[in-house]
């Protein structure tokens, strides 16, 4: 299992970004792709998750309204869309897949089996 993800970048409060987690060597129909972030000093938290199976979508509280999650399954290719960016949005974001069990996944980060590489999000006022 293989994951990229890229995207990230220097943006000002209010401004956008899409984030890319491309997968290798799985299909995303038999597994959940996750989102997670960590900034400096926190722990690293669970932001949005999908799983094609039944098109189950986690959004975290700190994100909700702000954040969609979307996945395009012919690219093998799950997207993070991040509108009205907050300097508290500043982090690594991670991309990381769940093998399905009967079509079951879970969001707490232990649960996660293969992860990428993070690419950095930077939020300035």
């Known amino acids: 299992v293989q994951l990229q993800a890229s995207g990230g970048g220097v943006v000002h409060t209010g401004e956008s970004l899409r984030l890319s987690c491309r997968a290798s060597?799985?299909?995303?129909?038999?597994?959940?792709i996750g989102w997670f972030r960590q900034a400096p000093g926190k722990e690293r938290e669970g932001v949005a998750a999908h799983s094609t199976w039944d098109d189950n979508v986690y959004i975290a509280d700190s994100v909700e309204g702000r954040f969609t999650i979307s996945s395009d399954i012919a690219k093998n290719t799950v997207y993070l869309q991040m509108n009205s960016l907050k300097t508290e949005d500043t982090a690594i974001y991670y991309c990381?897949?769940?093998?399905?069990?009967?079509?079951?996944?879970?969001?707490?980060?232990?649960?996660?089996?293969?992860w990428g590489h993070g690419t950095l999000v930077t939020v300035s006022s």
């Open positions: 060597g799985i299909s995303l129909k038999d597994y959940a």
């Open positions: 990381a897949a769940q093998l399905l069990d009967r079509g079951s996944w879970f969001v707490g980060a232990r649960y996660w089996d293969s």
